[in-house]
Every structure is written in structure tokens, then in C-alpha cells.
T-cell receptor
């Protein structure tokens, strides 16, 4: 098992501003991911956070809008840049541990853009 | 394009009844996950199914996997109100990343 701490847990932001979400895992990690869950919807993968190099983005997501860092094995950040109301969602960090097949999720960050 | 389709998307049932949620996927996957999500909460891992014919059970929930049919089922036995939640399946088409189904919103009525 793993504990994945995300912060902030929620925020209300003005349009045009940026928010950085942090994700810390308490165990050794092989893979880290960032997902978005729009209200009442399923989860959509934004990107794979790669340690020490640029993240791998899924179709429809770009680095300028969602810059991601992963400076070490257990920590990653996601920034939502130049926010608009359409960015209002829950953002979830996920990790797969070394020697494990389970994918664990943080508690999510509920973002509202006004 | 990979598709992960859950059926039904909405399910309202009475306590004590049995029901099954289906998860079909359109490409090979070396494992399949089932998660539970309560309103306003994150995802709770229920099962990881790793091979064809795998069956796992926890309490009133039982999950199975048929990789040849690309089908997984989540069976609920003698449902109780506490099982009300949204259930997601997810497959791994490659590179360890999960692709989720649409979710099944389950409501269990007394």
C-alpha cells in the first residue's frame, strides 16, 4: 500500500491565474501520472510524469497549459496555467509502486475557476 | 482507438439483490483494475486482475477476467446500502498508464 498526499485539496482561483498542485508518495515509485476528472465524468489521463525529464502528454494536453515536474522518484507537481472556467475539475495524482501492480491515487484537488 | 465500455452506466437496485457490472475493452491489456469512488472522494482500489480466468472476491464483491473475450465482470451479492458508489474499471494498454471506463453509478435502496 501507499499514501499519496496531494495539496491543495481544493482551491478557488481567478481566471487567467495558475495553480500548482503537489503530489508526494511515501514509497518508492516506478510511475507517476496525472489525471483529470470533470464533474460527473470518468478519469482522463493528462500525462505521465517522468523523473528528471519532460512529461509525456496525452492527446489534447500540452506542456504550456499543464507543465509537470518530477524532480525525484516520489514527488511531482502539476501546474494548471492561464486558467479558465473549463479547467474546473478534480485533478488526481496516481502512482505505481516498485514491485507492485497496483495503481494508487491521491485524494484529488478540486479546482474551481471563477 | 481504445475503448473501455461499462454496462450499465446507472444501476438502481434493492438491498439483498444480486447484480453484475460489465466492462468490455477493445485492445489487449495485461491487467484490469476495479475501483470504487464515493461522492467527493478519490479512488479506492478494489481488485487487480492479472491473468485470464482470474477471480477475486472481497466481501460481497467478486471480480473476474476473461482476456480472450476482453471482458471483466464485477458481481455484487446481496447488496447493502454501503455499496452505493461509482465503480470504474480500467485497463492498461501499455506503458503502465490506465484507461478508464465511463463508470457505473450504483444506488442501493433499502
Amino acid at each position: 500500500s501507499a499514501v499519496i498526499s496531494q495539496k491543495p485539496s481544493r482551491d478557488i482561483c481567478q481566471r487567467g491565474t495558475s495553480l500548482t498542485i503537489q503530489c508526494q508518495v511515501d514509497s518508492q515509485v516506478t510511475m507517476m501520472f496525472w489525471y483529470r476528472q470533470q464533474p460527473g465524468q470518468s478519469l482522463t489521463l493528462i500525462a505521465t510524469a517522468n523523473q528528471g525529464s519532460e512529461a509525456t502528454y496525452e492527446s489534447g494536453f500540452v506542456i504550456d497549459k499543464f507543465p509537470i515536474s518530477r524532480p525525484n522518484l516520489t514527488f511531482s507537481t502539476l501546474t494548471v496555467s492561464n486558467m479558465s472556467p473549463e479547467d474546473s475539475s478534480i485533478y488526481l495524482c496516481s502512482a505505481i509502486l516498485q514491485g507492485n501492480t497496483e495503481a494508487f491515487f491521491g485524494q484529488g484537488t478540486r479546482l474551481t475557476v471563477v | 482507438e481504445l475503448k473501455v465500455e461499462q454496462n450499465p452506466l446507472f444501476l438502481s437496485m434493492q438491498e439483498g439483490k444480486n447484480y453484475t457490472i460489465y466492462c468490455n475493452y477493445s485492445t489487449t491489456s495485461d491487467r484490469l483494475y476495479w475501483y470504487r469512488q464515493d461522492p467527493g472522494k478519490s479512488l479506492e482500489s478494489l481488485f487487480v486482475l492479472l491473468s485470464n480466468g482470474a477471480v477475486k472476491q472481497e466481501g460481497r464483491l467478486m471480480a473476474s477476467l476473461d482476456t480472450k473475450a476482453r471482458l471483466s465482470t464485477l458481481h455484487i451479492t446481496a447488496a447493502v446500502h454501503d455499496l452505493s458508489a461509482t465503480y470504474f474499471c480500467a485497463v492498461v494498454p501499455g506503458a503502465q498508464k490506465l484507461v478508464f471506463g465511463q463508470g457505473t453509478r450504483l444506488t442501493i435502496n433499502p
